[in-house]
């Protein structure tokens, strides 16, 4: 049983995340928590706060609410096939973002965010302080990030970028290994330097390791020179057929530069590929 939050803000980019998550659990028994986070905090009128009434949440925030997420639970029975592994429910909440969302995540147990991206742009928004970006830095729980033009295909390929330097437990990569082992997946491990060297003795029994942890996968290692990482990224997907990148939140140097890129062009695996961000847990 996996327990699977899906915030919403029923753009028809969370929409995307909501059905790449559904399609992606397909064949496990799951519950999925739709969730709508709405901050409602002081009012003014005529210079003065005042404190919004039962009444008026009741007609302004609740009843509509509870309609838009009656909506996507419609187009969730007509639109996608019937799956009776899965169950859904629908929670609205009026809290700061990120406190809703550590809230459910340790009410619910829950295994996994489910949030949605909108380009290079919304990825550049996430260093400002998007939703999605305040989650995967903010929240202790592991993320998967869809992007706005990611459509589900059967998992072939997860990349793992790595540099080799584990200062993270090594079951932090358990649910990575689940995904690769549920969809007999290939595990591409990819290293990247800015200067051709070799690696120290550290990397070299880093490495060891986790060719042993993930032992009993088809793996492979790879190893390119570049000195932008998230040019050498982009170049190793275009060679392979990536549906995934793996990263571990805990490895800052990887990770902010291929996820938070912001440089002006966009990149196509922010357009695209789904991004699996690993936390450790408390």
């Not at 980019?13 to 659990?25: L, M, R, V």
């Not at 007609?59 to 592994?85: C, F, G, M, W």
């Not at 809230?103 to 147990?109: D, G, L, R």
């Not at 912001?262 to 196509?268: K, P, R, Y």
Request: proline letters at 3%.
């Amino acid at each position: 049983m996996k327990n699977i939050l899906l915030p919403t803000d029923f753009s028809e980019n969370s929409w995307n995340a909501i059905k790449y998550a559904i399609n992606f659990f397909e064949k496990d028994t799951c519950h999925f928590y739709l969730l709508h986070v709405n901050r409602v905090g002081e009012n003014y009128m005529n210079g003065s706060p005042y404190i919004v009434s039962e009444e008026v949440l009741e007609d302004v925030y609740v009843k509509p609410t509870k309609q838009k997420l009656h909506s996507i639970l419609k187009r969730i029975i007509t639109e996608l096939p019937a799956n009776t592994n899965h169950k859904f429910h629908t929670l609205f909440d009026y809290n700061f973002f990120i406190d809703s969302i550590r809230k459910h995540v340790e009410e619910k147990n829950i295994d996994l965010i489910v949030m949605g991206t909108k380009g290079s742009d919304g990825l550049r928004k996430i260093v400002m302080g998007s939703n999605t970006g305040d989650v995967i830095k903010k929240v202790k729980c592991n993320v998967l990030t869809v992007p706005e033009k990611a459509t589900f295909n059967t998992i072939k390929e997860i990349a793992f970028p790595s540099d080799f330097s584990l200062t993270y437990n090594i079951q932090i990569l358990q649910p990575l290994l689940d995904i690769l082992e549920h969809n007999e997946a290939s595990l591409r491990v990819l290293h990247i330097s800015k200067n051709k060297t070799d690696l120290n003795a550290e990397q070299l029994k880093n490495r060891e390791l986790l060719e042993d942890y993930f032992t009993c996968i088809e793996s492979s290692f790879h190893y390119l020179t570049n000195r932008k990482l998230e040019d050498a990224v982009q170049c190793f997907i275009d060679s392979r057929e990536i549906n995934m990148i793996c990263m571990v939140a805990k490895n800052l140097n990887y990770f902010q530069q291929i996820l938070f890129h912001s440089q002006i062009e966009e990149l196509s695996y922010h357009l695209k590929i789904p991004f699996l961000v690993l936390h450790e847990t408390p």
